[in-house]
């Protein structure tokens, strides 16, 4: 089945512990990208990754890292994480063949940091 | 820069009611526009898209949307919910084809279907 997994797909924490969110998708999307979702905000692109060993900030990178070793995974890593990062976080792909526009998310991984 | 403005954060209408809910947009060029659907516990996946042939849309689950240039409107509608139809919806806007960075979303319009 074609999806996009994340893990952990809930996780509380304390302020200043490292985490790291794990994103894979088995499609062979080139495109990747990591959204956080805040009541009343939407959906905010945190990350996003054009293919292997490239990747760009999004709206709002600060307090994240990412990396693209490898085209299916893309990690999401909190090193020092704070309160105000407690949110529903998504990962997404796409395909630049069929419209990088047209994203396939994972089930999301609701983050609390105490 | 593009924007999107989804007017009413809930909406409620009655099982077999029509379904309808409300997206303007903002874009200095002309927009592809978006309806994702996210059912709860769920990721968000695509209900329909416009990308410039017809203004009228059909997408999944008896959705569709008009795209209204002259009133910068892309709404969704369904003749009749149904339960199942409950779920969160956002639009979203891109300012060209295959651009997902450029890819804005709206803050999501809750629909409650009503028994």
């Known amino acids: 089945e074609a999806q996009v997994t994340q893990n952990p797909r809930y996780l509380i924490t304390v302020t200043g512990k490292k985490l790291t969110v794990t994103c894979s998708q088995n499609?062979?999307?080139?495109?990747m990208s990591w959204y956080r979702q805040d009541p009343g905000l939407g959906l905010r692109q945190i990350y996003y990754?054009?293919?292997?060993?490239?990747?760009d900030k999004g709206d709002v990178p600060e307090g994240y890292k990412v990396s693209r070793k490898e085209k299916r995974n893309f990690p999401l890593i909190l090193e020092s994480p704070s309160p105000n990062q407690t949110s529903l976080y998504f990962c997404?792909?796409?395909?630049?063949?069929?419209?990088?526009?047209?994203?396939?998310f994972g089930a999301g991984s609701r983050l609390t940091v105490l | 820069a593009q924007s999107v403005t989804q007017l009413g954060s809930h909406v409620s209408v009655s099982e077999g009611a029509l379904v309808l809910l409300r997206c303007n947009y903002s874009?200095?060029?002309?927009?592809?526009l978006f309806w994702y659907v996210q059912y709860p516990n769920q990721g968000l996946q695509l209900l329909l898209k416009?990308?410039?042939?017809?203004?009228l849309v059909k997408g999944i689950n008896g959705f569709e949307a008009e795209f209204k240039k002259s009133e910068t409107s892309f709404h969704l509608t369904k003749p009749s919910a149904h339960m199942s139809d409950a779920a969160e919806y956002f639009c979203?806007?891109?300012?060209?084809?295959?651009?997902?960075?450029?890819?804005?979303f709206g803050s999501g319009t809750q629909l409650t279907v009503l028994p």
């Open positions: 997404a792909s796409s395909s630049f063949r069929s419209g990088a526009n047209v994203l396939t």
């Open positions: 499609m062979n999307h080139e495109y």
């Open positions: 990754s054009m293919n292997v060993e490239v990747t």
């Open positions: 874009s200095s060029v002309p927009p592809y």
């Open positions: 416009y990308t410039s042939a017809a203004t």
């Open positions: 979203a806007v891109s300012d060209r084809a295959g651009s997902a960075r450029q890819l804005t």
